[in-house]
């Protein structure tokens, strides 16, 4: 295992870090433990020393599980990663939760706390008002609770400077890989800025899980390369990039991201260019598609419109095939994933009349069904 300087925390963490939101499960709110357990402790032995959480993740059970595994291990050699997960955004219901976490995971500190999925505006209109959390935030390490305060993100791009320039953080955690690289200059900013920088979704979610030959062949002249082989050695050759977090479910998992972050060398320039090259391509066949721009949207029947396009550019440009229809299928079922699927359009053509590229939506939708919802 490669270890790396965590921004200014004094910290090294090693490349690749155990995300636990994808831990084996039993039921929908019952983490197995006779798989994750030895997964978990497994990857310590491995040389894997920070283990990221969350209170909701796993249907509530990620933390409790996490808490079992850490007893087999050397707390002084690792490093815990949980969140504040916000419902009522006030300092007492951050205390609240911050204890509930503490219990769960059976430990007397947290190394990296979070407030988790922030945006600016979150931050300027919630957390740090008076009475607000960010203010019991910073006690929780001036009390020897929390070693380093930290941030997750999920917002636009443009708010990430603002989030660093507080002041507060002194590490953060967001999205970054061959698909979506749209925070890689927040990450450049951050790391000179002095934070540590840990990335989540290396693999994009599940998205690059998935087998494509279009991905296995953007290093021409090499012999193929799994898809997550290949999207976690891009984002460990950033080098801002401090650690990679990958949610994993099976020991073939851990393994082959093992094997991937015991790697020395990072891609080179030339190989770059080439997943640079291919990846402008792809994007300008997804953007003949759909740009994305929503301005169809809202539909009056909450159709997630660009979604649905999303889902189906996956399937058609990057041949994650087996990815879009497992994302088409989550539409309307996850928080992350609100709105309708297909079948709620009622074919008013009100998003046609919006389009600036004229696309035959309510045509190109009933197709994206047919294929999608297979």
């Known amino acids: 295992m490669h270890y790396r300087k965590f921004g200014n925390t004094g910290v090294e963490t090693s490349a690749l870090g155990f995300g636990a939101m994808r831990l084996p499960m039993l039921d929908e709110h019952t983490v197995d433990r006779k798989k994750a357990i030895p997964l978990l402790v497994r990857a310590y032995e491995r040389g894997v020393n920070y283990f990221d959480t969350g209170k909701w993740y796993c249907g509530g059970d ?68 008076a009475g607000g959390p960010v203010g019991e935030f910073l006690k929780l390490k001036e009390q020897g ?28 955690l967001c999205q970054y890989n061959l698909l979506d690289r749209s925070n890689e200059l927040g990450i450049a900013y951050a790391a000179a800025k002095g934070l540590g920088v840990a990335i989540m979704g290396p693999v994009g979610g599940g998205r690059l899980g998935s087998p494509s030959d279009v991905v296995s062949q953007l290093l021409p002249g090499q012999s193929r390369v799994s898809s997550p082989e290949l999207a976690l050695r891009f ?14 479910s099976t020991i073939e998992q851990l393994d082959e991201n093992l094997r991937t972050a015991a790697r020395a060398e990072a891609l080179s320039d030339e190989e770059l260019e080439n997943i640079d090259r291919a990846s402008r391509e792809n994007q300008r066949m997804m953007d003949l598609y759909c740009t994305g721009c929503k301005y169809c949207e809202p539909c009056p029947e909450s159709v997630n419109i660009s979604e649905v396009f999303r889902c189906m550019n996956y399937y058609q440009v990057w041949d994650l095939k087996e990815f879009a229809k497992m994302q088409y299928a989550q539409i309307g079922r996850n928080q992350w ?6 079948d709620a359009c009622t074919q008013c053509g009100t998003c046609e009349d919006k389009c600036p590229q004229l696309i035959p939506i309510m045509e190109q939708l009933q197709e994206c069904q047919r294929i999608l919802d297979e």
């Not at 059976?106 to 190394?111: A, C, G, H, L, S």
């Not at 984002?235 to 949610?247: I, Y």
């Open 62 to 129: 990620s933390e409790a599980a996490l808490g079992e595994a850490l007893k087999e291990m050397d707390r002084s050699r690792i490093n815990v990663s949980t969140k504040y997960a916000m419902d009522a955004p006030t300092a007492s219901d951050l205390r609240e939760k911050f204890e509930k976490s503490l219990k769960a995971l059976q430990v007397e500190y947290v190394d990296f706390y979070h407030l988790w999925g922030i945006s600016w505006k979150s931050f300027e209109t919630e957390l740090s008002i």
């Open 145 to 172: 609770l929390v070693r380093h305060l930290s941030f997750s993100f999920h917002s636009k791009p443009s708010d990430l400077p603002k989030l660093i320039d507080t002041g507060i953080f002194e590490t953060m």
């Open 235 to 248: 984002v460990q050759s950033n080098p801002h990039v401090c650690v990679a977090l990958s949610g994993m």
């Open 337 to 342: 994933l609100r709105g309708n699927r297909v």
